[in-house]
């Protein structure tokens, strides 16, 4: 008799469980993170008797959650990479936005400025003309200001998004490690049984985490995790978590450095491990794709400064004066580490604009050596002491430093925010050409000049005439061509029988200037090279300067100013459709895990209905048998009586 009553018992307990979980499932169908929980039973011992063992009821072995470890770190890994392409897309997208619009604005303004250019040659002497061109040289300068204001204004947003994310991941961590003691106490008070909705909404928070940054969970053999990022930097361990931090940049205090503080109080920087996540696409787009649009930005202002410059250079201005900087000139960057202990110093310049590349170079001694490394091709070159002439640039050190001391060399980074004109009087602009060329009318022959284009400035001005002189023995018997004499003396071989058409020679010391002669000179001619002492009217070195704007100046001699920030452009697009690809791709995914764990443990209202009717129906049944079991009492007593 005791035993029938046990067993009831043992039944509406246990049934009773089974629908209090049930009704849990029901009410928790809405609550993100909530894994269905199922009730696992067992009999109870069975008791032994003489015709055998009798059963002795049912009990509750544990209630789980349908939950799958695998899948849930299938998804976080997923929602990782989607926030990371999400993010990068975003920001990216930003950036092609304010490029677009600036591409119209700038390439146009190019235009004009060599429009007013080509105005200034066509009335060299107008000021006019002249104001014109000053204006839109500003106009350009002012663009290119306001764009790299624009993508340093897009650094401080990073800058803000970075520390709401660290301040986030922090408080997740903090939480983390609660839940994690929290766990802990639960499971020992427990005998070791799951405390299923601690694990939920401490995986929910994993989940959480995943979105700003990729991580590497394991879990103790108290059920506890540990969380990693980075290469393994630990973020919680059990219960204690480390915070993140942001720091100033080693070269670059407004670039924020990513820093895990130890319990020893050292802060371990952690921006290039960091992975997944938006915190990730942050920094990538930052150190990638927003560091590239300054460079390049800034390299074509240093290129339209040097080579402008350089032209207008080998002109005079209206007061025959020789043409000085029409830009003001851009030095390169060689920032410091903050972390350096010695007393070296190093320098950098520009010797040839043409080959200067859109990249930092990173400057480290060794102890022994100083070796340079461009961060964009990872090729690394041991200078040892320096100097060293790589890639248009001219790198040198002085001595003093210490082992680990580096250097960040940073050829045209931000130079677009450094673009000036620092022309003031539109008579100091240059338009004409230092020499001019004549031929005598008492000449016999037609021989003559047709152009004569310096390259530098070099013996200008000449200190008199330059007299040329046609002999057919100019350069010994039967060896026709010009004696030079004045201003410079030399020869010059020339035969009219077969170079009339047109022979170019060069006059390296005078401004390694290049001479078109052409013509038949008789016995005796003079032609005459002379400085220009009434410029006003030239425009020579206007055309040259507008011949500017289609000639291949920059990377290697293979763009154009305006084939340059095309090519910029086009690149930040190139990179924001594949971003926007490889988003849309990742969110796939993430969506597919998503769905793959809830079907697992997501609720189910029709199975829960259906639970639910089973399982009152098993304690409506198991009810019965304790009505029959007092009834069989009732009966025995009465035999008594």
């Known amino acids: 008799m005791p035993n029938v009553l046990n067993v009831a018992t043992s039944g509406l307990l246990t049934m009773q469980k089974a629908l209090a979980t049930t009704g849990h499932n029901i009410a928790n169908v809405s609550t993100e993170g909530y894994s269905r929980q199922t009730v696992t039973f067992e009999s109870r011992e069975a008791g032994a008797g003489s015709g055998g063992f009798?059963?002795?009821?049912?009990?509750?072995?544990?209630?789980?959650?349908?939950?799958?470890?695998f899948l849930g770190k299938e998804l976080r890994d997923t929602t990782s990479a989607a926030k990371h392409f999400e993010v990068f897309s975003q920001m990216a997208g930003k950036l092609d936005d304010l490029l677009a619009e600036q591409d119209g604005g700038v390439a146009t303004q190019f235009e004009r400025l060599f429009s007013s250019i080509q105005d200034v040659s066509n009335n060299p002497s107008a000021t006019p003309e002249r104001q014109v061109l000053l204006g839109e040289a500003r106009a350009l300068v002012t663009q290119f200001n306001q764009l790299d204001t624009a993508l340093a204004s897009m650094n401080d947003q990073i800058n803000v998004r970075l520390e709401s994310m660290v301040q986030e991941i922090n408080a997740i961590a903090k939480n983390?490690?609660?839940?994690?003691?929290?766990?802990?106490?639960?499971?020992?008070?427990?005998?070791?049984?799951?405390?299923?909705?601690?694990?939920d909404k401490r995986d929910l928070l994993l989940q959480q985490l995943s979105e700003y940054i990729g991580v590497t969970v394991t879990e103790q053999s108290n059920g506890a995790v540990n969380i990693l990022v980075g290469t393994g930097q630990p973020l919680v361990v059990g219960t204690r978590f480390e915070s993140l931090s942001l720091g100033p940049g080693r070269y670059d205090p407004v670039a924020f450095e990513v820093e895990i503080e130890q319990a020893a109080g050292n802060s371990v920087p952690i921006t290039e491990a960091v992975s997944g996540g938006?915190?990730?696409?942050?920094?990538?787009?930052?150190d990638e794709t927003l560091s590239s649009a300054r460079h390049e930005l800034g390299l074509l202002a240093t290129g339209v400064t040097e080579t402008f410059n350089a032209q207008h250079k080998l002109g005079l201005d209206l007061s025959g004066t020789a043409?000085?900087?029409?830009?003001?000139?851009?030095?390169?960057?060689?920032a410091s580490d903050y972390q350096n202990t010695g007393t070296s110093v190093a320098t950098v310049s520009i010797s040839n604009i043409a080959e200067v590349q859109p990249t930092d170079y990173k400057l480290y001694y060794n102890g022994t050596a100083w070796q340079l490394t461009n961060q964009t091709s990872g090729e690394t070159n041991n200078i040892g002491l320096g100097p060293i002439t790589i890639d248009g640039l001219t790198i040198g050190v002085t001595a003093g430093a210490n082992i680990g001391d580096s250097y960040l060399i940073r050829p045209a980074y931000r130079a677009a925010s450094a673009f000036r004109v620092?022309?003031?009087?539109?008579?100091?602009?240059?338009?004409?050409?230092?020499?001019?060329?004549?031929?005598?009318?008492?000449?016999?022959?037609?021989?003559k000049i047709n152009s004569i284009e310096n390259t530098n400035m070099t013996g200008i001005p000449v200190a008199a005439d330059v007299t040329m002189t046609y002999s057919a023995n100019a350069l010994g018997a039967g060896q026709p061509g010009f004696t030079l004499s004045g201003g410079i003396t030399g020869t010059i071989g020339y035969n009219p029988a077969n170079e009339s058409g047109g022979k170019t020679v060069t006059l390296a010391n005078l401004g390694g200037s290049s001479l078109q002669l052409a013509g038949v000179p008789a016995e005796g001619d003079v032609l005459t090279i002379a400085n220009n002492t009434s410029g006003g009217g030239d425009n020579r070195n206007a055309l040259r300067l507008s011949g500017l704007q289609s000639t291949g100046l920059l990377l290697n001699s293979a763009a154009s100013y305006q084939a340059m920030y095309a090519s910029t452009v086009s690149s930040v697009g190139i990179q924001t459709r594949q971003a926007t690809t490889s988003a849309e791709t990742q969110s796939t995914l993430q969506a597919q895990a998503n769905q793959s764990l809830n079907s697992l443990a997501g609720v189910n209202l029709d199975e829960e209905a259906a639970n639910l009717l089973k399982f009152q129906q098993a304690y409506q049944a198991t009810a019965q048998m304790v009505a029959t079991a007092n009834e069989m009492f009732n009966t025995l007593l009465s035999a008594f009586r």
């Open 323 to 334: 043409g000085g900087n029409f830009f003001a000139p851009i030095a390169p960057i060689a």
């Open 278 to 286: 938006a915190m990730q696409g942050l920094l990538r787009f930052r």
């Open 422 to 447: 620092e022309i003031t009087q539109t008579s100091k602009i240059a338009a004409a050409a230092p020499l001019v060329a004549s031929a005598p009318i008492t000449n016999q022959g037609d021989a």
């Open 176 to 199: 983390v490690a609660l839940i994690n003691d929290k766990i802990d106490s639960a499971r020992a008070s427990a005998g070791g049984q799951p405390p299923n909705d601690l694990l």
């Open 54 to 69: 009798v059963g002795n009821g049912v009990r509750t072995a544990t209630i789980v959650r349908a939950y799958d470890a």
